[in-house]
Every structure is written in C-alpha cells, then in structure tokens.
C-alpha cells in the first residue's frame, strides 16, 4: 500500500512539475520572440494567457506543502507564492497601463528562466529519481543573478502602478457598508513595497543557504 501510494506521489508530481515546466517555456519563447519582433511594449499581450495559468499554478504548491507532498516548509513557499500572485493578477492584470514598462519584460524573463529550471528540476527528480549534477547546480546558483532582478522589477512595478491605483480606487471597500470595513488599495500597495524591505533580504540569506546546504550535499555524494 504504502509503494503504490508513493508511486501515484511520484506520478502525479511529476506530471504537474512538467506541465508547469511547459507554461513556463512558453511564456519564455513567446516573451523573446515578441522583444525581438516588436518590442518590449508587446511582451505582456503576448505571455498574458500562459502566465496567468503557470503562475496561478503555483498556488498547488501551498497545498502540496501543507498535506506533506513536498518537504518545502509553507513559511517560506507562500510569502514567495503570495508576492507572485499579487504582481500577476494585483498589478499586470488589474493595470493595463503598466503592461508597456520594460520592467514587465525584465520580470517575466527573471522569472520564466527560475522556473523552467526549478520544474525541470523537480520534474527530473520525480521522474527519474535523479537531477545531473549541472542541473542541480543552475537550480542552486541561477538565483544569485535572477532572484535581484525579479525582486527589482517587482518593486518596481508596484511603484510605478501607484498612480494608477490610487486614481482608479479599483478593489477599494469605502464605508459606510454592511462588513463596517474599509480597505485602500493605494495604502496596501505601499504596504506591500514595505514589506519587501525587510522580506527581500530575508528571502536571498535563505536561499543562500539552501544552495549552500544542496551543493555541500552533492558533493559529499
């Protein structure tokens, strides 16, 4: 009972890592062949429909953590998830006019190339039960450059969407109203900006440490 349990675990993780791996590439191929043929302010229209899906993909990964399919601990999945989901459908999607700033270039290009890697890798450990020592290297290593330039363009385009969100008060709860709640938009975006102050660093000193953890691990085998 417990191999067939474990069998249909394998399975279906690794259906699901390779699944995500191909939105993934898609939004990679689309993004810079758009660039190439008509330029960065094309990019968004272009990735939307694959985006949406393999970001909101993501959110199968909290469930994962929380029934103990995966060992990642939900403390660091969801922040990561969560800041994510909130750029994808919170910012590019609720503000078309932020869609044609080269930071959504830049952002999806950080962030196709971190997963395609990561689901290729996990795919290949579900699949086969092993991941070459290169892939394990890109897996651990890639984030030193691209883990800067996604947080940036993240931050970046929260910034540059504030105008667009304090002026259109979209998502914005006003009182008086039956929930005697209210809720700015505009505030909890700064909000957010200053969270990713402290969160930013934190996230980089963990995954430091995972490399470090993953690379001593694989060398010592």
Known sequence: MASALTVLRRLYLSIYNWTVFIGWFQVLFLALKTLKESGHENVYNAVE?????????????ILHGLIGLVRSPVSSTLPQIGSRLYLTWGILWSFPEIRTHVLVTSL????????IIRYSFFGMKEAFGFAPSWHLWLRYSTFLVLYPTGITSEVGLIYFSLP??????????????????????????????????????????????????????????
Request: hydrophobic share 40%; charged share 20%; with cysteine.
């Open 108 to 115: 999806v290009i950080s962030w196709a190339i971190t997963e």
């Open 164 to 221: 667009y969100i304090k002026a259109s008060e979209k998502y914005c709860i006003r009182m008086p109203n039956k929930w005697n709640f209210s809720f700015d938009n505009f505030y909890a975006a700064i909000l957010t900006l200053g969270i990713y102050v402290p969160g930013s660093p934190h996230m980089y000193r963990y995954m430091l440490g995972q490399r470090k953890r993953a690379l001593s691990k694989s060398k010592k085998e």
């Open 49 to 61: 429909k694959p985006l949406l899906l393999a970001q909101s993909a993501a959110v199968l990964e």
